[in-house]
């Protein structure tokens, strides 16, 4: 059964820089075709995906974010993390993180339960 | 990038009622299509992947159909325990994106 768990500071200040850890079991990244995917979701708005990161250690992000965030694994404790700078209070969201099936077409499944994450002075 | 669209985004409806919600694509994904289910305050889960593939464990009321552009996911009769946001993603590419979202609510 794969689970996945995500855990980091509730608030932020602005500016500040946000660091997530999605802490998983069930599944190793180093398996050929796996990733773990980071998504956001604002209050009572839609799903925006984040970043991407890949049992070869390929790492994909947004475009419209990708100067602000960094993805990265560590094997060895099953976990990876996101890191946002310079947030904003726009940046308010529920952060989840899921993974990504090897099998195609590909899919987010499981996710995490999300983390929400306030961005205030 | 390709941007996904789904209608409507809200939609009321009552128990026993067949449902269709529509997500269309900028460009083909092929069948590399997902649609999630999301009740509030809760994760998504995976409905439907490869625009048609029922993932287990969903009861089979749900289904998905297109191919290209165009998609649907139709529940054949709605139960009290379907009314939440549904959202399609394109896993064609990277970078991924997600529709807008669909909220069933009860009539």
């Known amino acids: 059964q794969i689970t996945l768990k995500e855990s980091g500071p509730s608030l932020v200040k602005p500016t500040q820089t946000l660091t997530l850890t999605c802490t998983f079991s069930?599944?190793?990244?180093?398996?050929?075709?796996?990733?773990v995917g980071w998504i956001r979701q604002p209050p009572g708005k839609a799903l925006e995906w984040l970043a991407l990161?890949?049992?070869?250690?390929?790492?994909r992000y947004s475009p419209s974010l990708m100067s602000r965030l960094t993805i990265t694994k560590d094997t060895s404790k099953n976990q990876v993390v996101l890191t946002m700078t310079n947030m904003d209070p726009v940046d308010t969201a529920t952060y989840y993180c899921?993974?990504?099936?090897?099998?195609?077409?590909?899919?987010?499944?499981?996710w995490g339960q999300g983390t929400l994450v306030t961005v205030s002075s | 990038d390709i941007q996904m669209t789904q209608s409507p985004s809200s939609l009321s409806a009552s128990v026993g009622d067949r449902v269709t919600i529509t997500c269309r694509a900028s460009q083909s994904i092929s069948s590399y299509l997902n649609w999630y289910q999301q009740k509030p305050g809760k994760a998504p889960k995976l409905l439907i992947y490869?625009?048609?593939s029922l993932q287990s464990g969903v009861p089979s009321r749900f289904s998905g159909s297109g191919s290209g552009t165009d998609f649907t996911l139709t529940i054949s009769s709605l139960q009290p325990e379907d009314f939440a946001t549904y959202y399609c993603q394109q896993s064609y590419i990277i970078p991924r994106s997600f529709g807008q979202g669909t909220k069933l609510d009860i009539k």
């Open positions: 069930g599944f190793s990244l180093s398996t050929n075709g796996v990733g």
């Open positions: 490869a625009a048609s």
């Open positions: 899921a993974h990504e099936s090897s099998f195609i077409p590909r899919r987010f499944d499981p």
């Open positions: 990161i890949f049992w070869n250690d390929d790492k």
